[in-house]
T-cell receptor, first 118, second 112 residues
Framework: GAVVSQHPSWVICKSGTSVKIECRSL??????MFWYRQFPKQSLMLMAT?????????EQGVEKDKFLINHASLTLSTLTVTSAHPEDSSFYIC??????????????FGPGTRLTVL | DQQVKQNSPSLSVQEGRISILNCDYT??????FLWYKKYPAEGPTFLIS?????DKNEDGRFTVFLNKSAKHLSLHIVPSQPGDSAVYFC???????????FGQGTTLQVKP
């Protein structure tokens, strides 16, 4: 159990287009999901906290109009990179915090999505 | 402002020996700490965690030590195995928000 999936696993797009990445908790419900970004050979940087039924909260320096987050259900959060540019090329990872989590340990990560903007 | 730091980008050890990975943090508000193992193009895999009220937690070959006064934690792997070769990230979090701040990672290579 406790599986988090991401779709697509990799995507290549042209500069100026928008890309949507899905994060799904497959066998549990999560009111909170997190989105991270990792550049090559760097750390995972928290981008935003996605809360079901409410607006996402963004970390300092993350453009909320560029990275649109929607958490419409207890099992799905989406990240849309709008008007993507080559500098947005990165590895995007989500994590899901189960609704019934007994402890902070119970946060599960997806496999990540590789975005390449040409 | 790097709140969580892993100052050693890489570590190489011989199979069967101990691997010690270190992590420092600056924010006293963190109340729990975790270690993750990660391969390229994959999500992190949880290894072990420790609450700020403890100074040691052990799980099989993995032991995490926390020194709150020094704002330092370490992960000990013993005995090290070639399958342990990966990038290891420490992360610090706040239990009320679930937000995690990751270090830069340490690449561990265990040589047969």
């Amino acid at each position: 159990g406790a599986v988090v999936s991401q779709h697509p696993s990799w995507v290549i797009c042209k500069s100026g287009t928008s890309v949507k990445i899905e994060c799904r908790s497959l066998d549990f419900q999560a009111t909170t999901m997190f989105w991270y970004r990792q550049f090559p050979k760097q750390s995972l940087m928290l981008m935003a906290t996605s809360n079901e039924g409410s607006k996402a909260t963004y970390e300092q320096g993350v453009e909320k109009d560029k990275f649109l987050i929607n958490h419409a259900s207890l099992t799905l959060s989406t990240l849309t990179v709008t008007s993507a540019h080559p500098e947005d090329s990165s590895f995007y990872i989500c994590s899901a915090w189960p609704l019934a989590a007994a402890s902070y340990n119970e946060q599960f990560f997806g496999p990540g999505t590789r975005l390449t903007v040409l | 402002d790097q709140q969580v730091k892993q100052n050693s980008p890489s570590l190489s050890v011989q199979e069967g020996r101990i691997s010690i990975l270190n992590c420092d943090y600056t924010n006293s508000m963190f109340d729990y700490f975790l270690w993750y193992k990660k391969y390229p193009a994959e999500g992190p895999t949880f290894l072990i965690s420790i609450s700020s009220i403890k100074d040691k937690n052990e799980d099989g070959r993995f032991t995490v030590f926390l020194n709150k006064s020094a704002k330092h934690l370490s992960l000990h792997i013993v005995p090290s195995q070639p399958g342990d070769s990966a990038v290891y990230f420490c992360a610090a979090g706040s239990s009320n928000t679930g937000k995690l701040i990751f270090g830069q990672g340490t690449t561990l290579q265990v040589k047969p």
